[in-house]
T-cell receptor, first 118, second 115 residues
Framework: NAGVTQTPKFQVLKTGQSMTLQCAQD?????MYWYRQDPGMGLRLIYY???????DKGEVPNGYNVSRLNKREFSLRLESAAPSQTSVYFC?????????????????FGEGSRLTVL | QKEVEQNSGPLSVPEGAIASLNCTYS??????FFWYRQYSGKSPELIMS??SNGDKEDGRFTAQLNKASQYVSLLIRDSQPSDSATYLC???????????????WGLGTSLAVNP
């Protein structure tokens, strides 16, 4: 039972470098999410994908891009990392009965990726 | 006013006591309410969801929802040291422009259960 798998778990980048966080789920969920979590700020939604082939911006999308490669995989890319992107990143997934309506808040989270940008 | 508010804590209770965690929300049309537990350095894990007024029990956990007063609470009976964690309240809010209901998170309440 892998659930939601994120890689890498830890990464240190220099300002200006790029990287991609990978996420895969094996629960046949249609909706996937990328969050960041910072002390005092809580969980903030970066991007989400309500269904395969669609992606939408969340609260804090600037500096990020995403790709919903297929139903299982949803990647997050930092094109030019900045120290403000130092955070813990969580991928999550759920099954929405009606894609786009977003009735379910029962999310399954990956273990997180700790990113430090120097 | 924050959309979902929780006391940050820490809430400290002795082992075996009842821990009571509260959450208030601002959007009256919210329909879905969730409690997640997050251990230090780990990811959030769903422990309870509640969709209608009243109480919902699952083992030692009881979620209580009062839509008229716009609060949802989580009671943990017979608290154990293993319950020590941060508890996040999440509320399914209004539709955004893309017709997708947002999940709005509180900042969490830290619970410490002392042996």
């Amino acid at each position: 039972n892998a659930g939601v798998t994120q890689t890498p778990k830890f990464q240190v980048l220099k300002t200006g470098q790029s990287m991609t966080l990978q996420c895969a789920q094996d629960m046949n969920h249609n909706s996937m999410y990328w969050y960041r979590q910072d002390p005092g700020m809580g969980l903030r939604l970066i991007y989400y994908s309500a269904s395969e082939g669609t992606t939408d911006k969340g609260e804090v999308p600037n500096g990020y891009n995403v790709s919903r490669l297929n139903k299982r995989e949803f990647s997050l890319r930092l094109e030019s990392a900045a120290p403000s992107q130092t955070s813990v990143y969580f991928c999550a997934s759920t099954h929405e009965e009606n894609a786009g309506v977003g009735l379910s808040g029962e999310l399954f989270f990956g273990e997180g990726s700790r990113l430090t940008v120097l | 006013q924050k959309e979902v508010e929780q006391n940050s804590g820490p809430l400290s209770v002795p082992e075996g006591a009842i821990a009571s965690l509260n959450c208030t929300y601002s959007d009256r049309v919210s329909q879905s309410f969730f409690w997640y537990r997050q251990y230090s350095g780990k990811s959030p894990e769903l422990i309870m969801s509640i969709y209608s007024n009243g109480d919902k029990e699952d083992g030692r956990f009881t979620a209580q929802l009062n839509k008229a007063s716009q609060y949802v609470s989580l009671l943990i009976r017979d608290s154990q040291p293993s319950d020590s964690a941060t508890y996040l309240c999440a509320v399914k809010g209004v539709r955004n422009a893309g017709n997708n209901r947002k999940l709005i998170w509180g900042l969490g309440t830290s619970l410490a259960v002392n042996p």
